[in-house]
């Protein structure tokens, strides 16, 4: 994310519009577990526009700085830009932004860590087929519909319309 960053920032306008409705959107403030976060929402339901920073405030990517962090930050540089609108920040007088109000934060490798595993077992779940679960629905007896893949027959059909079933559940 580092390297795909851009030098200067450009401020989100408080005028955004709806690409749907061209309302204008609400800026929202929302929490998630112990994170304060804003976004962008049409008031009609179309959608919300999260900017980035706000996205991994969202997602507990990122995390405030503990009092030895900053210390040790101020020791070695003396000013940041701002992860949320790109002003400077003097690190010898500011623990937070002066125009957006944001704490300096850093990325939490921890919790993308932790983030990327969760994704990572919900997909094998995901791609993981229950065989017995399976072979108890392909040993039910064929219903009753006399249109239905079992009566037919045909084995490739059958399975799907058991797989789909599982899938429904």
Request: aromatic share 6%.
């Amino acid at each position: 994310m580092h390297e795909q960053r851009a030098p200067t920032r450009n401020t989100l306008s408080a005028l955004l519009g709806c690409p749907r409705c061209h309302t204008r959107l609400a800026l929202t403030h929302d929490l998630q577990h112990t994170t304060h976060f804003t976004y962008f929402r049409c008031e009609f339901g179309h959608g919300r526009l999260t900017p980035f920073f706000q996205f991994l405030l969202e997602k507990n990517f990122v995390r405030p700085v503990t009092g030895a962090e900053l210390a040790a930050l101020k020791a070695k540089v003396k000013f940041v830009q701002c992860s949320n609108c790109g002003a400077p920040l003097d690190l010898a007088h500011d623990s937070a932004c002066r125009y957006c109000g944001s704490p300096i934060s850093i990325l939490d490798p921890d919790a993308v860590a932790k983030t990327v595993a969760q994704l990572g077992q919900a997909q094998a779940r995901l791609n993981t087929v229950d065989v017995d679960k399976l072979a108890d629905a392909l040993m039910t007896p064929a219903p009753a519909d006399a249109m239905s893949p079992y009566r037919i027959g045909d084995l490739v059909m059958g399975g799907l319309a058991v797989v789909a079933a599982l899938l429904v559940r």
